[in-house]
């Protein structure tokens, strides 16, 4: 199994409800990372997962809230976002946190904040 | 922090012709270069990479050339097919091969590729 897979594939959220992003992978990678891509442009790292404790958080305000449960599993949690948030929410994962390991992607979740 | 700049933003193309994607890069301590494909709503997927001990990669019709004295590298597509419509991307980042440490992936802003038929 070589793909990332990701739930939902769109979400339409009111700025009051929370919800949650899952991602899953079974390659026995031990990196995951969660990207925000608007669009025309390219994805921005938001957080980077190493063998399941949070190693990068670049200034994401805290209502994203980041867990991996396993080493297959990453979520994103979401609370009170604004319409600005409203994007592609991709998942990645490589075999370790060096980057010279390459990335493989998601298909992403399609997220509007009403 | 690392700086890619990528050129073309927009590039049309005939089926059967070469298109060219150039980045450049800031630190000069980057030591690896993927380039990501992305389909309209689809993921980015990864086509080709070079790390910095090669000075050229080839994968059929597609190829890679880096130039670290100038840190620059290029994406090459030959015989152009419809289907390589898309949007590119190129990154660059550093790190040990199987490292523990983290070395942030900079992507620069993309390349929309139409080929017409």
């Known amino acids: 199994d070589t793909e990332v897979t990701q739930t939902p594939k769109h979400l339409v959220m009111g700025m009051t409800n929370k919800k949650s992003l899952k991602c899953e992978q079974h390659m026995g990678h031990r990196a995951m990372y969660w990207y925000k891509q608007k669009a025309k442009k390219p994805p921005e790292l938001m957080f980077v997962?190493?063998?399941?404790?949070?190693?990068i958080n670049e200034s994401v305000p805290s209502r994203f809230s980041p867990e991996c449960p396993n080493s297959s599993l990453l979520n994103l949690h979401l609370h009170a976002l604004q319409p600005e948030d409203s994007a592609l929410y991709l998942c990645?994962?490589?075999?370790?946190?060096?980057?010279?390991?390459?990335?493989?992607f998601g298909p992403g979740t399609r997220l509007t904040v009403l | 922090g690392e700086n890619v700049e990528q050129h073309p933003s927009t590039l049309s193309v005939q089926e059967g012709d070469s298109a060219v994607i150039k980045c450049t890069y800031s630190?000069?301590?980057?030591?690896?270069f993927p380039w990501y494909k992305q389909e309209l709503g689809k993921r980015p997927q990864l086509i080709i990479d070079?790390?910095?001990?090669?000075g050229e990669k080839k994968d059929q019709r597609i190829a890679v050339t880096l130039n670290k004295t100038a840190k620059h590298f290029s994406l090459h597509i030959t015989e152009t097919q419809p289907e390589d419509s898309a949007v590119y991307f190129c990154a660059a980042s550093k790190g040990n091969a199987g490292g523990t440490s983290y070395g942030k992936l900079t992507f620069g802003q993309g390349t929309i590729l139409t080929v017409h038929p």
């Open positions: 997962y190493s063998y399941e404790k949070l190693s």
């Open positions: 070079i790390r910095s001990n090669v």
């Open positions: 990645a994962s490589s075999q370790g946190i060096s980057s010279t390991y390459t990335q493989y």
């Open positions: 630190d000069s301590a980057s030591n690896y």
